[in-house]
């Protein structure tokens, strides 16, 4: 995935920047991916007690639970990389570095 080159303010930032804007801003978004991470682990390690098939009979479309399994797997990774950062976690522990 390639992510889009960004010259000029985010929109959600507004059009006049000031430090504390663009710290609150940074602040709430990591706070935001920490706990969509947390929330996508929890999600997870809930379904490791089911198989494919089980998933599909709760209701995935036929076919994709191995799709399911396969994202699931790719979790750890994710949590393993945001649990790595270093300012990250100021930003979304105090909303400021």
Do not use: C, H, Y
């Not at 920490?34 to 390690?45: H, K, M």
Request: charged letters at 15%; hydrophobic letters at 45%.
């Amino acid at each position: 995935m390639t992510l889009p080159q960004v010259t000029a303010p985010p929109p959600m930032i507004g059009v006049q920047v000031t430090g504390a804007d663009a710290n609150s801003q940074a602040g709430l978004n990591a706070k935001n991916l920490r706990t969509a991470v947390a929330n996508l682990d929890a999600i997870r390690l809930w379904s490791e007690a089911f198989t494919s098939e089980d998933l599909e009979d709760m209701g995935l479309t036929p076919g994709t639970g191995d799709q399911f399994k396969s994202a699931m797997g790719e979790v750890p990774s994710i949590v393993a990389a945001l649990q790595a950062t270093t300012f990250l976690k100021k930003l979304w522990g105090m909303g400021t570095i």
